[in-house]
């Protein structure tokens, strides 16, 4: 059964940096794509990175696009969210997702078409 743990959340000041962790399991995840969304309250949960755990590829939202940085380490099946210059408007609570990787491609920002998820952890970012 897959499992996704998310860790790293927490308070920061605007333009500080936090980095979130999603440990991975249950499963070979060669062959899944692995993202990263988020929701604020009242709105809509939103796409903001993905990547093909094998391989390179990767897409980000155009809100977080040179500020963040996702990647994954094989050896601890962990998948990364490196938050740099964090802004207010970054507050949320992050969620970790995973789907096979035939199915989407890292630039499927639906979240529905997400097959797995983490139980969220909370950013805040305080101007």
């Known amino acids: 059964q897959v499992q996704l743990v998310e860790s790293g959340g927490g308070l920061v000041q605007a333009g500080g940096s936090l980095r979130l962790s999603c440990a991975a399991s249950?499963?070979?995840?060669?062959?899944?794509?692995m993202g990263w969304f988020r929701q604020a309250p009242g709105k809509e949960r939103e796409f903001v990175a993905a990547?093909?755990?094998?391989?390179?590829?990767?897409y980000y939202a155009d809100s977080v696009k040179g500020r963040f940085t996702i990647s994954r380490d094989n050896a601890k099946n962990t998948m990364y969210l490196q938050m740099n210059s964090l802004k207010p408007e970054d507050t949320a609570v992050y969620y970790c997702?995973?789907?096979?990787?035939?199915?989407?491609?890292?630039?499927?920002?639906?979240?529905?078409?997400?097959?797995?998820w983490g139980q969220g952890t909370q950013v805040t970012v305080s101007s």
């Open positions: 990547r093909a755990w094998s391989g390179g590829s990767t």
């Open positions: 997702a995973a789907a096979v990787r035939s199915l989407i491609s890292v630039a499927t920002t639906t979240p529905e078409r997400y097959n797995y």
């Open positions: 249950g499963r070979t995840f060669t062959s899944y794509t």
